[in-house]
């Protein structure tokens, strides 16, 4: 379907579908419930993406919560990250730890994830150090870094095991793109989607392992959904 996309405009697409692919690979990991990944790119590199994680579960415990927000800090993360990475399928494939970041921060794209994130490590540090006092704001500030620097390293070893898979169903996505019909006007818009259907046949997501966070130690445990 892309084989006449221009260079520049695939190479845009493929960053933006490894983006989307790693907030859906790691969200299947740590056991959400996943849909459709959807991704639209123009002409002049403007685009818009998602991909459908239902959010909603059942919350009964404090470590339950926490176990959540840690698992949606991490799929935050994971875009970023999977964006990072090289498009060419290859062992030890590693994120590029400065250009994950510079893509969090708003340089690259991503400010949203970003923002989600900062306030979500907020709420996760009232309920891990209740005793601390807020008025103290080296202690608070050190808290939230254990929190991020914790997360952010779970997260780079999901996203770097399972690159390939990534990268695998991110080329999926492209290419299953097709030109848009503009009605008399010159087409410029490139759209696809992977359907959850069409997802869950593929054999790179029934592959996919499953982890659970562990709201009080630095691990994760594994275990298979």
Excluded: C
């Excluded at 993406?49 to 909603?56: D, E, F, K, N, Q």
């Excluded at 994971?78 to 970041?101: E, F, I």
């Excluded at 399972?162 to 299953?176: F, K, R, S």
């Amino acid at each position: 379907m892309t084989k006449n996309m221009p260079p520049a405009v695939r190479d845009h697409a493929v960053q933006i579908a490894n983006h989307e692919m790693g907030h859906y690979v790691v969200a299947r990991v740590l056991g959400f419930e996943t849909g459709d990944v959807s991704l639209t790119v123009t002409m002049d590199l403007r685009h818009q993406a998602g991909a459908s994680i239902t959010l909603a579960r059942s919350i009964t415990t404090i470590e339950a919560m926490k176990e959540h927000l840690q698992a949606r800090m991490m799929v935050l993360f994971a875009g970023a990250m999977a964006q990072s990475l090289t498009s060419k399928r290859s062992p030890g494939k590693r994120v590029d730890k400065p250009k994950a970041a510079a893509i969090l921060r708003g340089e690259l794209g991503a400010e949203q994830d970003y923002a989600k994130i900062r306030e979500l490590r907020h709420l996760l540090r009232n309920i891990t150090y209740p005793e601390t006092d807020p008025a103290s704001s080296e202690r608070v500030t050190a808290e939230l870094k254990e929190i991020t620097d914790r997360l952010w390293l779970r997260t780079q070893t999901v996203v770097e095991q399972l690159a390939d898979t990534i990268i695998g169903l991110g080329e999926a996505l492209v290419d299953g793109m097709g030109i848009v019909e503009q009605w008399g006007r010159s087409a410029d818009t490139y759209e696809g989607v992977l359907t959850r259907e069409g997802l869950e046949r593929m054999g790179l997501v029934r592959a996919i392992p499953g982890l659970r966070v562990g709201a009080g130690n630095d691990g994760a445990d594994s275990h298979r959904e």
